[in-house]
């Protein structure tokens, strides 16, 4: 497999502040990243789709303003939580699909999950 | 309606039974991944499949096209193998591989 890194792995911030969470590919290059969230006892719900260069695809509902998206460079996408509440509390996780290779290393769609941050907002 | 279905929801099994994890889905699909999540809530890609079986160690993974249905399969099973068991199937035409999730199998080994 190959390695994604999320930093921080847990944040508490007050409301009102905005928290940035990174997801890093460490040793392969990913032309999309995804923003996933999850709520207690709730399977992962997409966010939001980002290619390098290019900006964010937004699932109905997320609000772009809120939840900002920067994706840098092939191996770096952010998630800006901006004026968090308590309600923004929640398990993000992010994962990226690899470039496929013509070594064969990885498959086409594969993709790699991050292990997640937890933010708390009092 | 895309949707992936799992199950049971909730399996416990002793250390050393065979351990199945049923998943179904809806339509046509190009590819479903199976994933363990651990109570820390990392994720952990476990296979990636879309006909056939694939191994790894004591896991092993079959997907049915025509049945629209893949089975997760644990031998020896083991107390570290407790974790929540998901499949995620990449629908066609589901944009830029964005996945759709089961709602988890979370899976008790007693000693």
């Known amino acids: 497999g190959a390695v994604v890194s999320q930093h921080p792995s847990w944040v508490i911030c007050k409301s009102g502040t905005s928290v940035k969470i990174e997801c890093r590919s460490l040793?392969?290059?990913?032309?999309?990243m995804f923003w996933y969230r999850q709520f207690p006892k709730q399977s992962l719900m997409l966010m939001a789709t980002?290619?390098?260069?290019?900006?964010?695809?937004?699932e109905q509902g997320v609000e772009k303003d809120k939840f900002l998206i920067n994706h840098a460079s092939l191996t770096l996408s952010t998630l800006t939580v901006t004026s968090a509440h308590p309600e923004d509390s929640s398990f993000y996780i992010c994962?990226?699909?690899?470039?496929?290779?013509?070594?064969?290393?990885?498959?086409?769609?594969?993709?790699?999950f991050g292990p997640g941050t937890r933010l708390t907002v009092l | 309606k895309n949707e992936v279905e799992q199950s049971p929801q909730n399996l416990t099994a002793q250390e050393g039974e065979f351990i199945t994890i049923n998943c179904s889905y809806s339509?046509?699909?190009?590819?479903l991944h199976w994933l363990q999540q651990h109570p820390g809530g990392g994720i952990v890609s476990l296979f990636m499949?879309?006909?056939g079986k694939k191994k790894h160690g004591r896991l092993i993974a079959t997907i049915n096209i025509q049945e629209k249905h893949s089975s997760l399969h644990i031998t020896a099973s083991h107390p570290r193998d407790s974790a929540v068991y998901i499949c995620?199937?990449?629908?066609?035409?589901?944009?830029?591989?964005?996945?759709?999730f089961g709602k988890g199998t979370k899976l008790s080994v007693k000693p």
């Open positions: 994962s990226a699909r690899a470039r496929p290779m013509g070594s064969g290393r990885f498959s086409y769609n594969e993709q790699f």
């Open positions: 040793d392969f290059q990913a032309t999309t």
């Open positions: 980002s290619n390098e260069g290019s900006k964010a695809t937004y």
């Open positions: 339509v046509g699909i190009s590819a």
């Open positions: 499949l879309s006909s």
């Open positions: 995620a199937a990449l629908y066609y035409g589901g944009s830029q591989g964005n996945l759709i």
